[in-house]
């Protein structure tokens, strides 16, 4: 995509529902999806979760950022066909489950997940389906060839380079915000996770150690 594109794209006003569509897939949700999960990060940050679900939580955490990171460099990168569709429907489920999974773990240790966290939850897994909802409403094609199993197309299994590469200025500011709003936050709650662990393994050995040396006096 050109920069004449992109200003098109962001600026213009007569546009048709695919390039309105477009638009709001990488103008509004993309920049939208890193609020919520520097909100999640944050009330994750309030319940203390080092002291409660810890690394476990922490770790499940980045495995479902790259399961949302993964299909969305995916798709910056290649055309949609069956097979990135294939990427984007299988990631969209297996966040689901994992989405589950982090929730019962949370729980399980007694974190406190209040009404404000579990809305911040239900943007944060709603958006990957709106996001798939509207790439198979602008590739309806790709969707019944994707029914079909990719019958008559030899490049349906293949991952295709984009017609229109985006614009470098568009994913440096993708992968600025990335590192901002994803990678710093979560990076940090994973050290923390890590310290607090470590810190608790030190005090019971200490408390261990202590009986044995009062018993030597």
Known sequence: MSRGQAAEIAH??????????????LYGLLPGWFLPGLADWAMHRRTRIEETAGTKESLIHALMMAQVGLPIA???RYRIN??????????AAVHEAT????VRTAVDSDREVTPVEQHIHSFLESLPFGAL??????H????????????GDP????????????????????????????????????????????????RARAERVAPRNRKGN
């Open 12 to 25: 213009g006003a007569d546009v048709d529902a695919d390039v309105a569509t477009t638009r709001f897939l």
């Open 74 to 76: 995916l798709t910056l």
């Open 82 to 91: 069956p097979a990135l569709l294939s990427v984007q429907l299988g990631a």
């Open 99 to 102: 989405a589950l999974w982090d």
């Open 133 to 138: 909802a509207s790439l198979m409403c602008l």
């Open 140 to 151: 309806a094609g790709q969707v019944r060839s994707l029914l079909r199993g990719g019958r």
């Open 155 to 202: 490049d349906a299994w293949r991952l295709l380079p984009r017609r229109r590469a985006l614009s470098p200025g568009y994913l440096a500011g993708v992968g600025v915000a990335i590192g901002a709003f994803v990678l710093l936050p979560y990076g940090e709650e994973l050290l923390r996770c890590r310290r607090a662990a470590r810190a608790r393994r030190r």
